[in-house]
């Protein structure tokens, strides 16, 4: 694998051109031990850099990881934690729906959907269920967190919505109208909420009352990415 970089020319080139260096990069492919379902397998790169390997079975999407635990789903049924240091397992539990999203953790809760209908919030630290909604039919994206509150892009009947719960104990503090389903996840900077839809728009709602700030026809779906400017254009 070979990878270029361009540096600047030094001062005193006239010639005031990128200067072009190759970088090879040595790639090394690691061989794994057959190891239990569950069981961590604690390895030793070249270096020094240590890490772990743990067959939790299924499609396993991003990780989620907060004060030394790590937390995933395999997909189907079952939602993990491990010890992010070496991998050992702290708690599983079984979901009865199929097909948790991603994981996203406040230090004290863990909220994920599932598939086919249910928005559920879990003690971080035990896996206990504190409680869970049926939203929809579908449920294709994940939820955001912040401030004590849970948002959510479910359907709504033959339309779609955003709703704002709390986490404590699920009671919605608003719903707004939202022209498509948001397949990634609402980004939330300071006391806004920003998506995207299939229906190929961008939303800002204000995060705490569900005002619509702004939307545009943008025909992009993937997930915001907020970038401070000095003017503090968004």
Known sequence: L?????????????RNQPVNREVKVRQQKLAFPAVDPLKSLVF???????????????????PAVMSGNLYVTDGGHKFFSFDAKAGNLVWQVETKDSGPSAGVVDGENLVFNTNSCELEVRLAKTGELVWKKWLASVLPGMPAIANGKVYVAHRDGSRHSLS????????????KPIDGDV????????????LTTTGGSFYEFNASKGKLVKSAKTTTMSTPIFVSQPSDEK
Not at 2 to 14: F, L, M, N, V, Y
Not at 164 to 175: E, P, T
Not at 187 to 193: A, E, K, P
């Open 2 to 14: 070979a990878h270029r970089i361009e540096q600047p020319a030094s001062e005193g080139d006239q």
């Open 44 to 62: 030793t790169l070249p270096g020094g850099r240590r890490g772990w390997k743990v067959n939790v079975g299924g499609s396993v999407p991003t």
């Open 164 to 175: 704002s719960y709390d986490i404590k104990n699920g009671n919605r503090f608003w719903k």
């Open 183 to 194: 397949i990634t996840a609402p980004v939330i900077v300071n006391d806004s909420i920003m």
